[in-house]
């Protein structure tokens, strides 16, 4: 079962993302801003609450999106991210 092991939220409403099959990346949550329990999440400060949970991550309103949904549309980072 795929799991989130890190999530770290970024300014950009994109979180940094490491899975547990290995793979790393950057997930973008800015299409899930303006539907339903997602539109919290437009303040930053409260976006920034994100952590792993069970088999996803969740924010303490409980908004969660499941492990396979962000490996689904995770983006591999460019060495510019990284750096």
């Known amino acids: 079962m795929l799991k989130i092991r890190k999530v770290c939220a970024n300014d950009d409403y994109t979180l940094s993302v490491e899975l547990s099959d290995g793979r ?3 997930f ?3 299409p899930y801003l303006d539907k339903g329990v997602f539109k919290s ?3 930053i400060n409260y976006f ?3 952590k792993p949970f069970l088999c ?3 924010w303490p309103e409980d908004q969660d999106l499941s492990a396979d949904t962000i490996a689904c549309e995770l983006q591999k980072e ?3 991210q990284i750096s």
Do not use: N, P, R
Request: a neutral charge; hydrophobic letters at 40%.
């Open 56 to 58: 996803g991550i969740v």
């Open 48 to 50: 920034k609450q994100v």
């Open 41 to 43: 999440l437009k303040d």
């Open 24 to 26: 790393s990346g950057v």
């Open 78 to 80: 460019s060495l510019d």
């Open 28 to 30: 973008d949550v800015k």
